[in-house]
């Protein structure tokens, strides 16, 4: 037996397809409503911890993002200026315990594309172009749904994985919402040098952090973290030159990525955001994960590590009990928040250390910290 049967999920970024993934697996019914019109991911590359990689595994698609990602242990800071030396390599944090390596880089396009495949293949149905626009909370045991407008049935549960500025999240009535922290980020997706094993970073220059990540064999995504600027609606022909012109400070393998942006390369531009709701994150039989319930800065990129870890634990409780009753959500709560909150404290934190220009902030130590935590299972 499950604690439900009928489930529907709104959005299919990775908090929700993860979700999917393994209600379905259970034999539950999974509906997932999907605003756009079509699996996008936006960004280019992403990083994931080990605790994300061991979350995979839990689904069952650990040997295709395996297949699919850069993995790679350590992470080495460089200098700004010429030659950019190598001025730390940091030894590894493995943040899913020793059956995982340490980090994997790889395109949030093949991310998205492997998920929804597990869970299609699992059972779920997936509706994209389709908006959760309405909930009713109101019964005890059952929650009605509303898409574009008209009722979409009745569910055991919604899950309302629908991202940072969350509508599940406005319609049961949960008014936290994500604050900037004063930083913007351009990211743009390149070529890889050989030379580029691991990510490196580079603090200080005139940006607060230069970096990069290996993504594949081919690929990699760099990045460069400024002052937060009004800088949403910048022209692509711009916003190339933009990180073109802010790069020049860094050498070494900063020359492959200008020559990269030189031939036209795209960035984009984003703020960094943060916020954790307090428990709990249900009304009723719709609750809410990952960004929808809380954000950072990926100054420790635990973003998508954090909400695959709610979709995993509300996941597990719900096909391992009878009943979705107030142990249940107790149970869930109980496992999450405080692993949730030490993530966003933690990246908050690092990220203040680098706009306050704190040269005595011990960023290895609190990084550590939290990669020894997360190997604890979630
Ligand atoms: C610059 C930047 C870099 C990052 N780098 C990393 C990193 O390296 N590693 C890491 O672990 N994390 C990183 N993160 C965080 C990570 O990207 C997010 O935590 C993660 O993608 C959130 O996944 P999600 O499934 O909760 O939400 P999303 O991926 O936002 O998915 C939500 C989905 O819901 C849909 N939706 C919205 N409203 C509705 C509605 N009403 N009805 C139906 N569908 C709806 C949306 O279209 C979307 O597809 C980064 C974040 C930023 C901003």
């Not at 990083?47 to 990602?69: E, T």
């Not at 944090?93 to 492997?114: C, E, F, K, S, T």
């Not at 009605?144 to 599940?168: H, K």
């Amino acid at each position: 037996m499950t604690a439900v049967r009928k489930v529907a999920i709104a959005g299919s970024g990775v908090a929700g397809l993860a979700a999917a993934i393994q209600l379905a697996k259970a034999g539950v019914e999974v509906d997932v409503f999907e605003s756009k019109p079509e699996l996008s991911a936006l960004g280019s590359g992403i990083s994931l911890q080990g605790n994300a990689l061991r979350v995979f595994d839990a689904l069952g698609a650990w040997d295709d993002i395996r297949a699919a990602g850069y993995a790679f242990e350590g992470l080495n800071l460089r200098a700004p200026g010429p030659g950019a030396p190598i001025v730390a390599e940091l030894p590894n944090v493995q943040a899913g315990g020793p059956n995982y390596p340490a980090h994997m880089g790889m395109p949030r396009a093949d991310l998205a594309r492997i998920l929804l495949e597990h869970a299609e293949r699992a059972g779920a149905k997936v509706h994209f172009g389709r908006k959760v626009t309405g909930v009713d909370t109101r019964a005890n045991d059952a929650v009605e749904l509303f898409v574009d407008d008209e009722s979409a049935g009745v569910y055991d549960l919604l899950i309302g994985a629908d991202g940072l500025n969350s509508t599940v999240r406005d319609l049961i009535g949960i008014d936290t919402k994500p604050q900037p922290t004063g930083m913007g980020i351009w990211r743009t997706f390149v070529s890889r040098p050989a030379e580029v094993e691991s990510t490196e970073l580079y603090y200080g220059g005139p940006v607060y952090i230069a970096g990069y990540t290996p993504t594949g064999e081919d690929s990699m995504y760099a990045f460069l973290v400024e002052k937060a600027e009004d800088r949403f609606g910048t022209p692509d022909d711009e916003a190339t030159r933009i990180m073109l012109e802010e790069s020049r400070a860094y050498d070494g393998p900063w020359n492959s990525i200008r020559a990269d942006l030189e031939a036209g390369a795209h960035a984009n531009y984003t703020w960094f955001t943060q916020h954790i709701v307090e428990a709990p994150w249900n009304r009723g039989r719709a609750v809410i994960i990952g960004d929808a319930a809380h954000s950072c800065p990926p100054t420790i990129a635990q973003g998508a590590a954090q909400g695959l870890e709610d979709a995993y634990v509300l996941t597990e409780l719900l096909t391992s009990r009878d009943e979705l009753d107030q142990q249940l959500w107790d149970d869930f709560h109980a496992r999450r928040l405080p692993r949730a909150k030490a993530v966003v404290e933690a990246s908050v934190q690092l990220g203040q250390w680098q706009i306050d220009g704190d040269r005595d902030a011990d960023a290895g130590g609190l990084i550590f910290g939290i990669g020894r935590q997360m190997a604890e299972p979630a």
